[in-house]
């Protein structure tokens, strides 16, 4: 494995309720990803950070905010969870920029109810 | 923004024969195109990749191939296996370099 633990790896919550996804890595990568797994979508990204406090958004980051205060740490904050956040979420690192590859973590199962 | 297709989506093979997944991506200065496998349960993984200044890499018995002009990158495998069978995902890196896109991916199924 590449330093990634993610946490909680499944939760069940209730529609409306707020939930925090951690990733934190050992690698001191400078950059984090959060991308979710879908059937017949792949993976979709949501959020990604280049820096502490450097964020920007993905391809599907509605309902969905993050924060990095540290180099180890990348949370996903789901402020009001929705049946359509119901879905598998990976973290990934990276070392460098552009043209090197992702690694990622065990992914977190959420089930919003 | 960069967008990735991916096809077939889902493939079966004979053990022992060779497959292909292809894949199209939109923005002709994206530069860095990995692949992914992922099996059942379990985290995406690299498998190869290759950049926009190479037209083709090889690993053992994958390969992957890139025409740059007609913005299309494809897998091989060959002499396939039954623990080939997983889900194969291309992704294509921007042009920034800080996003990967990924394809729908491709369910391989390797029939021994």
């Known amino acids: 494995d590449a330093g990634i633990t993610q946490s909680p790896r499944h939760k069940v919550t209730e529609t409306g309720t707020p939930v925090t996804l951690r990733c934190h890595q050992t690698e001191n990568h400078r950059y984090m990803y959060w991308y979710r797994q879908d059937p017949g979508h792949g993976l979709r990204l949501i959020h990604y950070s280049y820096g502490v406090k450097d964020t920007d958004k993905g391809e599907v980051s509605d309902g969905y905010s993050v924060s990095r205060s540290k180099t180890e740490d990348f949370l996903l904050t789901l402020e009001s969870a929705t049946s359509s956040q119901t879905s598998v979420y990976f973290c990934a690192i990276r070392n460098g920029q552009g043209d090197s590859p992702l690694h990622f973590g065990n992914g977190t199962r959420l089930t919003v109810t | 923004g960069e967008n990735v297709e991916q096809h077939p989506s889902t493939l079966s093979v004979q053990e022992g024969d060779s497959a292909v997944i292809k894949c199209t991506y939109s923005?002709?200065?994206?530069?860095?195109f990995p692949w992914y496998k992922q099996e059942l349960g379990k985290r995406p993984q690299l498998i190869i990749d290759i950049r926009s200044n190479v037209g083709e890499k090889k690993d053992q018995r994958i390969a992957v191939t890139l025409n740059k002009t007609a913005k299309h990158f494809s897998l091989h495998i060959t002499e396939t296996q039954p623990e080939d069978s997983a889900v194969y995902f291309c992704a294509a890196t921007d042009p920034g370099g800080f996003k990967t896109i990924f394809g729908a991916g491709t369910r391989l199924f390797v029939k021994a």
């Open positions: 923005d002709s200065a994206s530069n860095y």
